[in-house]
């Protein structure tokens, strides 16, 4: 008999308390990667509203690619930029950049 492989990596129930915990610890929330341009442009928004926000920078931390495996559960995509507002996802950089220029983003941070 053979053995079934697999590269798929088990997220730890702790780690994925931990993402929770930080998307609820703050208004604003940004998993990041620090040489990321999409990442960059979610953060001029807030900066720009003079928004306060938490920025996790993936690249600097040994779990990222677990992070990013829980962030794709939850958000259905593991690419960085993932914006929180309030708890709630609201999209990567062009998304956060649209809702800037509409005035949206403003409003959900009222």
């Known amino acids: 008999m053979g053995s079934i492989s697999s590269t798929r990596r088990v997220m730890s129930d ?5 993402v929770a915990q930080t998307i609820n610890s703050e208004t604003v929330v940004i998993f990041s990667k620090s040489y990321c341009p999409y990442c960059k442009m979610a953060k001029d928004a807030f900066d720009k509203l003079k928004q306060k926000y938490n920025s996790i920078e993936l690249d600097h931390r040994d779990d990222a690619d677990e992070v990013q495996d ?3 559960e939850i ?9 929180f507002v309030n708890g709630e996802f ?3 950089g062009t998304d956060v950049k649209k809702m800037y220029e509409t005035g949206e983003l403003a409003k959900k941070l009222a």
Request: hydrophobic fraction near 40%; aromatic fraction near 4%.
């Open 70 to 72: 829980i962030l794709g």
């Open 90 to 92: 609201i999209g990567g």
């Open 14 to 18: 702790a780690k994925k308390e931990w």
């Open 75 to 83: 958000t259905g995509a593991r690419s960085v930029p993932r914006v």
